[in-house]
């Protein structure tokens, strides 16, 4: 199936600061799909992406789909505490789906 | 509604035992699955389910099973608990393209001793 890198692993902003994640892949994506886990808890969907160049905003957070759609990213403006969890991609079908590794963000007073 | 439920969750078993973790959604979604996460590794599907009656394994299957009797429910068998099994267990369900959105349950956290 197909495989997809997430970097960083971790992250630790101050609260105001920028965080960006991103997503690769070697090989074309059908699609992405961007969850958030806070700790101790579970994943929770954020966001699909479809199309090549896509790119959507939910508030302070930007979502992107490279043009040759083996990459994507997570760019979240002005970080606020509230956004502290672990930030996955995935991609595949409703049965079969593979996840990234993650990254953690850390955000601090 | 509920949306996914799992049960139980929190449970500690001796090498060698067996148990069900349960699934069961609300929502009359087709497709079903379960999920292991482990530190570092992200999530790793087990086995899915298409529909009733039709199940398949995923990345990581041995050592479980898994039946499809009813659309609400899909539940997961260890068949004789490891300690490599101890991790964090998520129950998923959604209604599949073209929207690809997937519905967690609030997870088992499994400790194999």
């Known amino acids: 199936g197909q495989q997809v890198m997430q970097i960083p692993q971790y992250q630790h902003v101050q609260e105001g600061e920028d965080f960006t994640t991103y997503c690769n892949s070697s090989?074309?994506?059908?699609?992405i799909q961007w969850y958030k886990q806070r700790p101790g808890g579970h994943p929770v969907f954020l966001i699909q992406l479809v199309k090549s160049g896509e790119v959507k905003k939910q508030k302070r957070l930007t979502f992107q789909f490279g043009e040759a759609k083996k990459n994507s990213s997570l760019h979240i403006t002005a970080t606020q505490t509230t956004d502290v969890g672990t930030y996955f991609c995935?991609?595949?079908?409703?049965?079969?789906?593979?996840f990234g590794t993650g990254t953690r963000l850390q955000v601090t007073l | 509604n509920a949306g996914v439920t799992q049960t139980p969750k929190f449970q500690v078993l001796k090498t060698g035992q067996s148990m069900t973790l349960q699934c069961a959604q609300d929502m009359n979604h087709e497709y079903m699955s379960w999920y292991r996460q482990d530190p570092g590794m992200g999530l790793r599907l087990i086995h899915y389910s298409v529909g009733a009656g039709i199940t398949d394994q995923g990345e990581v299957p041995n050592g479980y099973n898994v039946s499809r009797s009813t659309t609400e429910d899909f539940p997961l068998r260890l068949l004789s608990a490891a300690p490599s099994q101890t991790s964090v267990y998520f129950c998923?369900?959604?209604?599949?393209?073209?929207?690809?959105?997937?519905?967690f349950g609030s997870g088992t956290q499994l400790s194999v001793l």
């Open positions: 090989t074309t994506l059908s699609n």
């Open positions: 998923a369900s959604t209604p599949g393209a073209p929207n690809e959105k997937l519905f």
């Open positions: 995935s991609t595949g079908t409703a049965s079969k789906l593979t």
